[in-house]
Nanobody, 125 residues
């Protein structure tokens, strides 16, 4: 029902900041809880953050807590991930995802119904 396109990826120095955007089209994004995941070669897709439909509730992986902030602007049909104090271990392809149903396992990739194509984030030391 919904198409997702990430943007804002790139290369930064350790300690720097970057903001990813995920633009949704084809449907009203307010009907979806949204999440960010990341993946490196040879590893499963890793949960990063999740935000409720209204934006009132957020969840973060321990590895990014205090550094990353997930937010959404439903009027613009857009999801964001603000990444501060970036570390080399944050290097990955980042994906946004949409979850239409009430999910038992909100931090599990298989719980999400729609995915973007991914955006590369590279953090150099």
């Amino acid at each position: 029902q919904v198409q997702l396109v990430e943007s804002g990826g790139g290369s930064v120095q350790a300690g720097g900041s970057l903001r990813l955007s995920c633009a949704a089209s084809g449907d009203t994004v307010s009907k979806y809880a949204m999440g960010w995941f990341r993946q490196t070669p040879g590893k499963d897709r890793e949960f990063v953050a999740r935000i409720s439909k209204s934006g009132g509730t957020t969840y973060y992986a321990d590895s990014v807590k205090g550094r990353f902030t997930i937010s959404r602007d439903n009027a613009k049909n857009t999801l964001y991930l603000q990444m501060n104090s970036l570390k080399p271990e944050d290097t990955a392809v980042y994906y946004c995802a949409a979850d239409e149903k009430i999910t038992i396992a909100p931090m599990t990739a298989s719980s999400y119904d729609y995915w973007g194509q991914g955006a590369q984030v590279t953090v150099s030391s």
